[in-house]
């Protein structure tokens, strides 16, 4: 059953610490899309990759904000430092030139 | 500026009944657009999707009905289960960028 995989489930941290997120993108997938979920904004995209090449970052905090594909079974969102305003379920999604993106369950970060 | 609106928050239906969410839009580049069903600590899973070359798309319970001319898509639920309470969002692809726009998200809960 092939599904998104994201680590860590769950975080909590304290401001000023760098957080790391990963995320395995379904076998066969060429775009992988880094979303935040906000109680105001619902899913606001980050950042986006196809075939590992970033895309589309307008949406990241640059100053913090750092997202990288090393090779296509790895995804990663680094925050550094991070700041309770960061405080948030990211997701990470994957999928093909066509169709549609699936979703991996979400990173919880609070920040503290 | 959000592309993807979804104007009504939450949205509470009779068990049996007909659920309507509704979700506008206002860049016209799109040509994709996708509804996704979240429950509480899960990520958004994929319900039903539309081209934009077609006005209607019909998936068991699920039909999701589109009208260009007025930048405006709707998802019926028929009949209505308390298993369908959940968050709902709407989703647009633009066919330049092959980015996602998700809205906010609509509430339902479906009573029983």
């Known amino acids: 059953d092939a599904r998104v995989t994201q680590t860590p489930r769950d975080k909590v941290t304290e401001m000023g610490q760098e957080v790391t997120m990963r995320c395995q993108p379904i076998?066969?997938?060429?775009?992988v899309f880094w979303y935040r979920q906000t109680m105001m904004q619902g899913l606001e995209l980050l950042a986006y990759?196809?075939?590992?090449?970033?895309?589309?970052d307008s949406g990241m905090p640059k100053d913090r904000f750092s997202a990288e594909m090393p090779d296509a079974t790895l995804a990663t969102l680094k925050i550094q430092p991070s700041e309770p305003r960061d405080s948030a379920v990211y997701f990470c999604?994957?999928?093909?030139?066509?169709?549609?993106?699936?979703f991996g369950e979400g990173s919880r970060l609070t920040v503290l | 500026d959000q592309q993807v609106k979804q104007n009504s928050p939450s949205l509470s239906v009779q068990e049996g009944r007909i659920s309507i969410l509704n979700c506008d839009y206002t860049?016209?580049?799109?040509?994709?657009f996708l509804w996704y069903k979240k429950y509480p600590a899960e990520g958004p899973t994929f319900l039903i999707s539309?081209?934009?070359?077609?006005d209607k798309n019909e998936d068991g319970r699920f039909t999701v009905f589109l009208n260009k001319s007025a930048k405006h898509l709707s998802l019926h639920i028929v009949p209505s289960q308390p298993g369908d309470s959940a968050v709902y969002f709407c989703?647009?692809?633009?066919?330049?960028?092959?980015?996602?726009?998700f809205g906010p998200g609509t509430r339902l809960s479906v009573l029983p």
């Open positions: 539309i081209s934009s070359i077609k």
């Open positions: 989703a647009a692809r633009d066919n330049y960028g092959q980015n996602f726009v």
């Open positions: 860049n016209s580049m799109f040509d994709y």
């Open positions: 999604a994957s999928g093909r030139e066509i169709g549609e993106l699936f």
């Open positions: 990759f196809r075939n590992r090449a970033p895309l589309d």
């Open positions: 076998l066969g997938h060429n775009t």
